[in-house]
């Protein structure tokens, strides 16, 4: 058994950020990742960091486009805590060695970004997230911080009281990829799950394939609610065969958005007339596919983004890395033609209950980045908001798992007995289907904490050797793509009844597939087909609880639109989608959201742009 003071799932902005802070305060960390951590998913971001830098932005204005963009679904005291810490969060970058790119006079520079009020996205070129990515993962070699890559965490080993609030997280559970090696992981102070997002659950999406959300599986069967997890940005510019993304920061330079009659459409048909193409994503996503759908789309699919006017120097400067992705991806030269663009999955607003210390309601689970939801983005993240967002409840799980007294926090987590329940007709049952092994007891009152892990160990290798003993079945492969296809058909951009609960019942179905998955890789080491099946399950929970709040959510608030319920109902809906997984029966209900933060109060108006 590994054994630390503070372990850290993920080695993504967000892991990196927690693992250093805890490392400042002389915790013994160690960080576990599936992926080599300068692989990990934050790489890809493209675009920037949003934080009030300069003297005539302020972090209130930063809270205001935050609030208004989440369509008054983000709880106040996270926004503060964000709009108030971003600034340090970026200065330390800069001194830790972050190239951002620069002014004449040597200071960093900003751009727009939509659905901000003023240009305060720092960024790298368009590689912002590799460069971040390098500047953390170099002060995490400097701090010797011990590094498990390619090791892939399964389960979480947690007491099992029958309230979560009473239970306890002492480690997990993790394959060696390597070698197959399944071995237990054992945290003195505690676990963070850095786990990034979960964009596998769609078929057309910015994510990578190892974003299955893990970590969100993992901390909802321990007994963590999830959040929000409808709350899905569709990100408005994506290349149409692949997915890959087309950063804001071409629409942030000037770059503009025609449809196939050569037209502006969102001036010309009134879909932000003050901010065009730089209104919020979930209304340009909206746009495109009104555009598309009315038949003035190109081949029934994609609109344009055109960036050629913006000429070659500034494009080389600023956009590089969108002219090689715009060529090797769709075959297009963006110095000469528009580039092919259309709405992809991009980001979970929704995930793991945390509060503004990263702390969950089992002590000693943390959770931050985009695995977790404190709430800040609520419906619709603004971009260059995620990455911000990383450092500073990154760092705030690692201080706080490291023993720092962060002082109360002001938003609460944990089931509430007495909160209001969802009242839905869903059209099939949700949760478990068949346990692929029925589970040892639980941990069976074991409440030693070296016993916990132990416990959670030979579950975990029952789990892997049925799974590889079976000579046939469905492959996880066809049960993954079913999801994957349900949800981008129904769960998508625009969604209606009809449509969620057809995509409930192929989750329904592919769930009982799963009973049957079996591996045909019989082999130990780098076996791609077990983990596969592995993440699969999580991909399935994810699945189910984004189309579970979409049904539920019988309102059109940011990023979530409903073809029956066209207006926004802030009488009834200023409130969180809470999912608690009670002995396998997904159990939703609500929490009211916090409007009030310590400085800022804010009253929901209008979104316009
Ligand atoms: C293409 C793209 C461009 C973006 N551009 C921007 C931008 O310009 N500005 C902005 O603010 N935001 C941007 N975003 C969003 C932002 O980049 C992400 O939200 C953020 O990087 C997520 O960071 P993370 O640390 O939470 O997760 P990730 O960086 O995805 O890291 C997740 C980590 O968890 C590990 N992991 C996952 N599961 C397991 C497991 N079971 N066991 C062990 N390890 C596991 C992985 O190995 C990985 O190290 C962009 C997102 C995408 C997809």
Redesign the pocket.
């Known amino acids: 058994m590994y054994e630390h003071d503070v372990l850290v799932?993920?080695?993504?902005?967000?892991?990196?950020r927690a693992a250093i802070a805890a490392h400042e305060e002389g915790a013994d960390v160690a960080i576990?990742?599936?992926?080599h951590?300068v692989?990990?998913?934050?790489?890809?971001?493209?675009?920037?960091?949003?934080a009030a830098l300069q003297e005539d932005d302020s972090w209130e204005d930063h809270a205001y486009d935050t609030m208004k963009g989440s369509d008054y679904l983000a709880d106040a005291p996270a926004v503060e805590t964000f709009a108030q810490t971003s600034p340090e969060e970026v200065i330390q970058l800069e001194h830790w060695g972050m190239p951002f790119s620069r002014n004449e006079d040597g200071t960093v520079m900003q751009r727009p970004f939509g659905g901000l009020s003023y240009p305060r996205t720092t960024?790298a070129g368009a590689e912002?997230?590799h460069h971040l990515?390098h500047t953390l993962y170099e002060q995490v070699v400097k701090r010797g911080i011990d590094v498990y890559q390619e090791?892939?965490?399964?389960r979480l080993a947690v007491t099992d009281e029958e309230d979560p609030e009473d239970r306890s997280a002492h480690g997990f559970v993790?394959i060696d990829v390597k070698s197959g090696e399944v071995a237990g992981f054992k945290a003195r102070n505690g676990v963070i799950l850095?786990?990034?997002?979960a964009?596998q659950a769609y078929d057309h999406t910015?994510?990578?394939v190892?974003?299955?959300g893990?970590?969100i599986s993992?901390a909802y069967r321990a007994g963590v609610p999830i959040e929000d997890m409808e709350m899905i940005q569709f990100h408005p510019t994506t290349l149409p065969s692949t997915g890959?993304?087309i950063?804001?920061?071409v629409r942030g330079e000037g770059g503009r958005l025609f449809n196939s009659e050569g037209e502006r459409f969102m001036f010309e048909y009134g879909y932000a007339t003050n901010d065009g193409e730089l209104a919020s994503r979930d209304v340009v996503s909206r746009a495109e596919l009104t555009e598309v759908n009315e038949g003035r789309g190109i081949n029934d699919e994609y609109v344009y983004l055109d960036m050629r006017h913006l000429g070659e120097e500034r494009i080389m400067d600023r956009l590089e890395n969108i002219v090689h992705l715009a060529e090797d991806f769709e075959g297009v030269n963006a110095l000469e033609e528009p580039m092919p663009v259309k709405p992809g999955q991009?980001?979970m607003m929704g995930g793991i209950e945390t509060n503004e210390h990263g702390q969950t309601c089992i002590d000693g689970l943390y959770a931050?980045?985009?695995?977790a939801c404190v709430s800040l983005h609520g419906a619709n993240r603004l971009?260059?908001?995620?990455?911000?967002?990383?450092f500073v409840f990154?760092a705030n799980a690692g201080r706080h798992a490291a023993g720092v007294d962060l002082g109360d926090p002001m938003i609460p987590v944990g089931p509430d007995d007495d909160a209001e329940r969802a009242d839905v007709d869903w059209p099939v049952e949700p949760g478990a289907v068949e346990p692929v092994v029925e589970e040892p007891a639980a941990d069976g009152g074991v409440t030693d904490p070296a016993a916990v892990v132990e416990t959670a160990v030979e579950a975990e290798k029952a789990r892997i050797d049925e799974l590889l003993s079976r000579e046939d079945g469905v492959e996880h492969m066809e049960i993954r793509k079913k999801v994957q296809q349900a949800m981008t058909e129904w769960v998508n951009v625009f969604r209606e009844e009809e449509g969620i609960k057809k995509a409930l019942k192929e989750i329904r179905e592919a769930r009982e597939m799963y009973s049957d998955v079996y591996v045909t890789d019989k082999s130990r080491t780098f076996n791609t087909d077990l983990q596969h099946t592995l993440?699969t399950e999580s991909v399935l929970d994810v699945a189910e609880s984004i189309a579970m709040g979409a049904l539920a959510r019988t309102e059109f608030r940011g990023a979530h639109w409903r073809k029956e319920h066209q207006e926004r109902k802030d009488d009834e809906w200023i409130k969180h989608t809470m999912l608690s997984w009670n002995d396998g029966e997904p159990e939703m209900w609500y929490r009211p959201v916090l409007l009030e933060g310590e400085d800022t109060e804010w009253e929901p108006k209008e979104r316009s742009y």
């Open positions: 799932v993920g080695g993504g902005g967000a892991g990196l576990v990742s599936k992926i951590p692989r990990s998913h934050t790489g890809a971001a493209e675009g920037g960091i949003n960024y912002t997230g990515l090791w892939f965490v399964t993790a850095a786990t990034g997002g964009g910015t994510n990578a190892s974003l299955t893990d970590g993992m890959v993304l950063t804001e920061g991009h980001y931050a980045g985009e695995t971009g260059g908001n995620a990455l911000p967002d990383l990154g993440e």
